[in-house]
């Protein structure tokens, strides 16, 4: 069994940043990559950037330039870096997990940007 829990969203004026944290449990975290969506209202959630157990990472176009993920396996933890930020980045952001037993999500924060 795997929890996730993220923290860091916010309300954030256009141009502005904020990182996201996801705290994972279990001991399986570094053998994995980790994920972060996000779900905007009335949208389906899409994936926004992924980070391999080695640190390789991918992001969608959208984000590209603006998104840095990074991981801790010391302590457990992905980041997203979150700058340049636009009113249509507003959503839930989800971290994620991909095990053979399953995925795991995490609760969701949420993040507002808005002047």
């Known amino acids: 069994q795997v929890q996730l829990v993220e923290s860091g969203g916010g309300l954030v004026q256009p141009g502005g940043s904020l990182r996201l944290s996801c705290a994972a449990s279990?001991?399986?975290?570094?053998?994995?990559?980790m994920e972060w969506y996000r779900q905007a209202p009335g949208k389906q959630r899409e994936l926004v950037a992924i980070?391999?157990?080695?640190?390789?990472?991918n992001y969608a176009d959208s984000v590209k330039g603006r998104f840095t993920i990074s991981r801790d396996n010391a302590k457990n933890m992905v980041y997203l870096q979150m700058n340049s930020l636009k009113p249509e980045d507003t959503a839930v952001y989800y971290c994620?997990?991909?095990?053979?037993?399953?995925?795991?999500w995490g609760q969701g924060t949420q993040v507002t940007v808005s002047s």
């Open positions: 279990g001991n399986i975290f570094s053998t994995y990559s």
């Open positions: 980070i391999t157990s080695t640190g390789g990472s």
């Open positions: 994620s997990i991909l095990t053979p037993f399953g995925r795991y």
